[in-house]
């Protein structure tokens, strides 16, 4: 009898890493015209998403690295070496100009938005016994659903949305490519159903998590970001689609382990006060960052954040050259950081 390969369970996984993006989704065709066609955003909306999702998820990380005595000493250099190399990395990037660190700091995020759904993918294949060409379908329709909609991005100037700051991705107009990609992911999608409606009639199995992702990552990055061209459409979907499942499965992963191999305090006690503790921990990190970005730099939000507005406004750019890659760290080290710790070896 085939076993569907939940990672935690079947209603866990169904609830915080399958369904949020679907929920985003209904969201977003619900919203106000301007919400899907500008680039406003309501304060409420930005708290929400970019403050309560989108920096706190970073800080889930410390639960899988830092925070776990057992694996902070068992990969202590890694964990040491890769803060060092990102900041020193961003100064020199930054001293090229800000534009240069912001553009370089983009295309990371975006590679570890993909590769995070590759993740999951391989992550929800671990009990198929597929062929190598299955596999290979699988691979090539997850890497089609999230790129494919950056190609798009950077042949269609004007978009109303950015990742980091405005310009912080070549665009130019490039129909050509933009018509041909458009063609080339029309064909995965239709490669990827035969493949799996074969599968079915062969078999008589679907692997519910796997295509529930694969259809979730299609229509949320095409959704946020061909389909609509408004700030808060493209954020909603992509926030959500990533923050909330990579939050679910640091939680879920160290959880299992509370009982027999953690060492985290933090995971001790009743299932309210762990998630409690987790949750309050990294939205006062969330907070404390984003205090820190808007006293010193942005002062966008500063009735959010009037405990910070006593702090100087820099404009300098040697003083920026250095702060800004120190503030940006926590971003910085999540992405090359998560490129090592799901793997099988770590």
Known sequence: MYRQPW????????????????????????????????????VAAWVILVLLIDVAHVYSTLFYTYFDVRKF?????????????????????????????????????????????????????????????????????IYTATLYPIVYWHCTPGRNFNWFVAGDFVTLQAPLIQQVSGVLYVLVILVYLSKELINYLVSGTINIPR?????????????????????MTFTLLNVVAHGIPYMALIWANQNKQT??????RFFKGSMISKVGVFLFVIVLFAYLEEGLWDGLIWREHSDLFAAFSWLPSL????????????????QSTHYILDGFIWKKNH
Not at 17 to 35: D, K
Not at 119 to 140: C, M, P
Not at 211 to 231: C, E, H, K, M, Q
Request: aromatic share 16%; with cysteine; net charge neutral.
């Open 73 to 141: 000493q068992v990969h202590r250099v890694l964990y040491t070496v890769i803060p060092v190399i990102c900041f020193v990395g961003g100064v020199l990037l930054y001293s090229l100009g800000a534009l240069v660190f912001w553009r370089v700091l983009a295309y990371l995020a975006v590679f570890h938005f993909i590769r995070q759904q590759y993740g999951f993918v391989r992550l929800y294949s671990r009990h198929d016994a597929e062929s190598k060409q299955s596999t290979t379908i699988n691979t090539i329709a």
């Open 211 to 231: 295509n529930v992702l694969v259809a979730g990552t299609f229509l949320s990055w095409y959704v946020g970001i061909v389909y609509y061209n408004g700030d």
């Open 259 to 264: 009982s027999t191999e953690s060492n985290i």
């Open 7 to 42: 990672l935690y369970n079947a209603r866990f996984d169904s609830v915080f890493i399958l369904l949020p993006v679907f929920i985003a989704l209904c969201v977003s065709f619900f919203l106000p015209s301007e919400y899907q066609t500008t680039d406003t955003m309501p």
């Open 315 to 330: 404009s300098s750019p040697e003083v920026l050259s250095f702060l800004v890659p120190l503030l940006s760290l926590p």
